[in-house]
């Protein structure tokens, strides 16, 4: 009875009123990162999401606007099962945990949340990729309305990123609704994004709506943008540069000195084998 | 009172009022500090706030002498001493963030930026080159050097000031609006002192009896 009167609640409350809520049975994360979680306060208003405008301040001011509900995601393309996915469905489709992932942007700043969410195969194997699906191609949500940095053409709307079929399909690849044990927070890529840890922060998609399974590499709205600074994997790197910005050092939000950026932002020990046998410094 | 030959005492509040409101964005920055307002990244806010102040009262102080051509009003160039070095200042704490707060000293990263990071092999000469003229700003100097000489050195403010929006161009990693805005005016006021050069008009230094603009 509770729960119903809550669920109704939420339909009439705007839905500003659901960010700050807690998300239930999350399973705690088990092996605990060493590193200093980042406080919430800094992760909600330190954000990168052109959807919303390009200064570092403007998510956290714009994206109020954005809808979260309804919300579905389309799954299409190279798969048995293709399907859409209503957001409440989604949110129940496997166990919630919570990941302490570091992320590391290009911009050479980097920070520590405490995600919540799923690996991202827990959703592909429900629409079983066939033999074809090399790539994964994430569409974010294009609404100018919804997302006031559209109407000015600073990037190839609507946001798309990439995966390998591989790289999409490892554990440590999240799908993500939540942070600090609430629901996501708007200028954080709500109601769901993706999380690769190993990749600059670009990689991850946020509010995505479609999730295509294709055989070539798909074409990412920063690879259009700037081909020879944005490459397909964009894996952390610290031996190779961007060029406007050395990749070698990063400074942690919240610290003064900055501090050497690792191999795969440390994540080598699990995702390293992915890439052996490729030059890195050309596929970056 | 005219405008165009306020007396003494006018002209010297204006030069007060103009250099209190020339340090409002470094007080406010001060405040931010202490109040520990300055965001997630203190130290990006900073080098991007003396950064973009350095540019804007550069630009500033590029108007002076178009807006006393346009209005005949001779005694703005008593204001442009004051802006010039205030330009300097702020670019000083520009390179004084990035030296000390963002680099912390590691001079191998700092002529690493200097050789590899195109925005910033532009910045430096572009800051190098405000030194002679911060030096050169007193009267002593003027006499020293000899109106034309000083006044052939102080053109080297022009290459600063391109150099300065190029820096901006090329640090911006996709929306140019900003940098954009700054080109434009940069070209109007470079394009200006164009126009009256290629006319034979140039403005004189020291305005001759009797000049008229
Ligand atoms: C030694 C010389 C200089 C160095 C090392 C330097 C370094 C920097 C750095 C690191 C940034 C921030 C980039 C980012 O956050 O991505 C920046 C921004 C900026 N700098 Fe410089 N700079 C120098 C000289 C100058 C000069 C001489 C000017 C102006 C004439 C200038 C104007 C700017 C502007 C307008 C910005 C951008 C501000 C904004 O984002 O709004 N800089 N500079």
């Not at chain 1, 490459?231 to 910005?245: E, L």
């Not at chain 2, 965001?39 to 102040?53: D, H, M, Q, V, Y």
């Given at each position: 009875m509770k729960l119903a009167t809550g669920a109704a609640l939420s339909g009439f409350l705007?839905?500003?009123?659901?960010?700050g809520e807690q998300l239930a049975n999350v399973k705690k994360s088990t092996e605990a990162l060493s590193d200093k979680l980042t406080p919430l306060k800094d992760i909600t208003a330190?954000?990168?999401?052109?959807?919303?405008?390009?200064?570092?301040?403007d998510p956290a001011q714009n994206?109020?606007?954005?809808?979260?509900?309804?919300w579905t995601i389309t799954v299409e393309g190279e798969v048995n099962k293709p399907r859409v996915f209503d957001i409440e469905e989604l949110l129940k489709l496997a166990p919630m945990e919570e990941r302490v992932y570091r992320l590391r942007c290009v911009e050479a700043w980097s920070m520590v949340i405490p995600w919540v969410g799923y690996s991202l195969a827990e959703l592909l194997k429900r629409v079983e990729p066939t033999g074809k699906a090399k790539f994964v191609e994430f569409v974010s949500l294009e609404d100018p309305k919804q997302?006031?940095?559209?109407?000015?053409?600073?990037?190839?709307?609507?946001y798309r990123e990439g995966l390998r079929i591989d790289e999409a399909m490892h554990p440590l690849t999240l799908l993500a609704a939540g942070l600090y044990g609430e629901?996501?927070?708007?200028?954080?890529?709500?109601?769901i994004r993706l999380v690769v840890?190993?990749?600059?922060?670009?990689?991850?998609?946020?509010?995505?709506v479609k999730i295509r399974l294709v055989e070539k590499q798909p074409v990412t709205s920063w690879m259009k943008a700037g081909p020879n600074e944005y490459g397909?994997?964009?894996?952390?790197?610290?031996?190779v540069d961007h060029p406007r910005w050395t990749q070698a050092k990063e400074r942690r939000?919240?610290?003064f000195l900055k501090r050497p950026t690792l191999p795969f932002n440390g994540y080598a020990d699990q995702v390293a084998q992915l890439y052996s046998g490729m030059d890195l410094t050309k596929n970056f | 009172m005219s405008l165009k030959k306020p007396d003494n005492k006018i002209i010297a509040w204006i030069k007060i009022a103009v250099f209190l409101l020339a340090l409002i964005p470094v007080l406010n920055l001060g405040i931010s500090a202490y109040i520990d307002?300055?965001?997630?990244n203190p130290i990006e806010k900073l080098t991007r706030s003396t950064g973009f102040w350095t540019l804007t009262l550069l630009l500033i102080s590029l108007t002076v002498s178009p807006l006393r051509r346009l209005t005949?009003?001779?005694?703005?160039?008593?204001?442009r001493r004051m802006l010039g070095l205030f330009v300097f200042f702020y670019a000083s704490l520009h390179f004084l963030t990035y030296l000390l707060?963002?680099?912390?000293?590691?001079w191998a990263s700092i002529v690493n930026d200097i050789v590899k990071r195109p925005y910033i092999t532009v910045g430096f000469p572009a800051f190098m080159l405000l030194i002679p003229l911060a030096v050169t700003s007193n009267n002593r100097m003027i006499k020293l050097l000899g109106g034309k000489r000083w006044l052939l050195l102080h053109r080297l403010v022009y290459l600063c000031a391109v150099g300065g929006v190029v820096h901006y161009w090329w640090l911006v990693?996709?929306?140019?609006s900003n940098p954009l805005t700054f080109a434009l005016l940069l070209s109007l006021l470079l394009g200006f002192r164009l126009i009256y050069w290629l006319r034979g008009l140039n403005i004189p230094l020291i305005p001759r009896k009797g000049w008229q603009p």
């Amino acid at each position: 009875m509770k729960l119903a009167t809550g669920a109704a609640l939420s339909g009439f409350l705007p839905d500003w009123v659901l960010a700050g809520e807690q998300l239930a049975n999350v399973k705690k994360s088990t092996e605990a990162l060493s590193d200093k979680l980042t406080p919430l306060k800094d992760i909600t208003a330190y954000n990168n999401f052109y959807e919303f405008g390009t200064s570092k301040e403007d998510p956290a001011q714009n994206a109020g606007s954005l809808k979260t509900r309804p919300w579905t995601i389309t799954v299409e393309g190279e798969v048995n099962k293709p399907r859409v996915f209503d957001i409440e469905e989604l949110l129940k489709l496997a166990p919630m945990e919570e990941r302490v992932y570091r992320l590391r942007c290009v911009e050479a700043w980097s920070m520590v949340i405490p995600w919540v969410g799923y690996s991202l195969a827990e959703l592909l194997k429900r629409v079983e990729p066939t033999g074809k699906a090399k790539f994964v191609e994430f569409v974010s949500l294009e609404d100018p309305k919804q997302m006031p940095g559209q109407k000015s053409a600073t990037l190839d709307w609507p946001y798309r990123e990439g995966l390998r079929i591989d790289e999409a399909m490892h554990p440590l690849t999240l799908l993500a609704a939540g942070l600090y044990g609430e629901v996501l927070p708007k200028q954080n890529g709500a109601p769901i994004r993706l999380v690769v840890p190993w990749k600059y922060g670009y990689k991850s998609a946020k509010s995505i709506v479609k999730i295509r399974l294709v055989e070539k590499q798909p074409v990412t709205s920063w690879m259009k943008a700037g081909p020879n600074e944005y490459g397909f994997y964009s894996n952390v790197n610290p031996a190779v540069d961007h060029p406007r910005w050395t990749q070698a050092k990063e400074r942690r939000i919240g610290e003064f000195l900055k501090r050497p950026t690792l191999p795969f932002n440390g994540y080598a020990d699990q995702v390293a084998q992915l890439y052996s046998g490729m030059d890195l410094t050309k596929n970056f | 009172m005219s405008l165009k030959k306020p007396d003494n005492k006018i002209i010297a509040w204006i030069k007060i009022a103009v250099f209190l409101l020339a340090l409002i964005p470094v007080l406010n920055l001060g405040i931010s500090a202490y109040i520990d307002n300055l965001g997630a990244n203190p130290i990006e806010k900073l080098t991007r706030s003396t950064g973009f102040w350095t540019l804007t009262l550069l630009l500033i102080s590029l108007t002076v002498s178009p807006l006393r051509r346009l209005t005949g009003w001779n005694w703005l160039m008593r204001l442009r001493r004051m802006l010039g070095l205030f330009v300097f200042f702020y670019a000083s704490l520009h390179f004084l963030t990035y030296l000390l707060l963002d680099q912390f000293f590691a001079w191998a990263s700092i002529v690493n930026d200097i050789v590899k990071r195109p925005y910033i092999t532009v910045g430096f000469p572009a800051f190098m080159l405000l030194i002679p003229l911060a030096v050169t700003s007193n009267n002593r100097m003027i006499k020293l050097l000899g109106g034309k000489r000083w006044l052939l050195l102080h053109r080297l403010v022009y290459l600063c000031a391109v150099g300065g929006v190029v820096h901006y161009w090329w640090l911006v990693k996709k929306d140019l609006s900003n940098p954009l805005t700054f080109a434009l005016l940069l070209s109007l006021l470079l394009g200006f002192r164009l126009i009256y050069w290629l006319r034979g008009l140039n403005i004189p230094l020291i305005p001759r009896k009797g000049w008229q603009p």
